[in-house]
Nanobody, 123 residues
Framework: QVQQVESGGGLAQAGESLRLSCEAR????????RAWFRRPPGKVREFVAA????????IYADSVQGRFTISRDNDKRAIYLQMNSLKPEDTAVYYC????????????????WGQGTQVAVVS
């Protein structure tokens, strides 16, 4: 069974940092791009960041560019999202995802999803 398991969510004050992790179980996701999406309260799921198989290339949503950093460790089958300078509007359930091939910012391009981890940012 293929799984992606997120961790690291929680409550933070505005301006603080959190680091999310996503561990793949059941497969290595070799050759797959991996990404983070989020679903703010009452809104649809939206793209946050994606990283290619090598880990050398990444893309970001404008709303997080310069504050968030995505990375991956293929030996650990994991990806990470370092979130700095958090804002209340970053409050959401964060999901990791994977797709075969290159990076994409489109939700429907991803085949494997985690169950999500809650991030709440208060001012």
């Amino acid at each position: 069974q293929v799984q992606q398991v997120e961790s690291g969510g929680g409550l933070a004050q505005a301006g603080e940092s959190l680091r999310l992790s996503c561990e793949a179980r059941g497969r290595t996701f070799g050759g797959y791009a991996r990404a983070w999406f989020r679903r703010p309260p009452g809104k649809v799921r939206e793209f946050v960041a994606a990283v290619d198989w090598s880990g050398d290339n990444a893309i970001y949503a404008d709303s997080v560019q310069g504050r968030f950093t995505i990375s991956r460790d293929n030996d650990k089958r994991a990806i990470y999202l370092q979130m700095n300078s958090l804002k209340p509007e970053d409050t959401a359930v964060y999901y990791c995802a994977a797709r075969e091939g290159g990076m994409s910012s489109q939700v429907d391009q991803y085949d494997y999803w985690g169950q999500g981890t809650q991030v709440a940012v208060v001012s």
